[in-house]
């Protein structure tokens, strides 16, 4: 099991997961939905001290639109 901690560069709220735990590796340029019913365009992932850090781009409602709002705000 692979757990990140993540970082919302476009959707800053209180109310974001902020841990995500997968099976399988998460890679940039994977779509993710960390459990709350969006879909999340991974920007880069960082290894800190403390575990792996996912920077996402904007939520969507769909994998193909979260990829496409990656591309139109210059995260892809």
Do not use: F, W
Not at 14 to 20: A, E, G, M, Q, V
Not at 29 to 53: C, F, M, W
């Amino acid at each position: 099991m692979y757990k990140y901690r993540l970082h919302y560069l476009r959707d800053n709220q209180d109310s974001n997961i902020k841990n995500y735990r997968s099976d399988t590796p998460v890679n940039a340029g994977d779509v993710i939905e960390p459990g709350d019913g969006n879909y999340y365009y991974v920007i880069s992932h960082q290894a800190l001290k403390t575990g792996i850090r996912l920077t996402l781009s904007k939520s969507a409602e769909s994998p193909q639109e979260a990829i496409l709002l990656a591309t139109q705000y210059g995260d892809a």
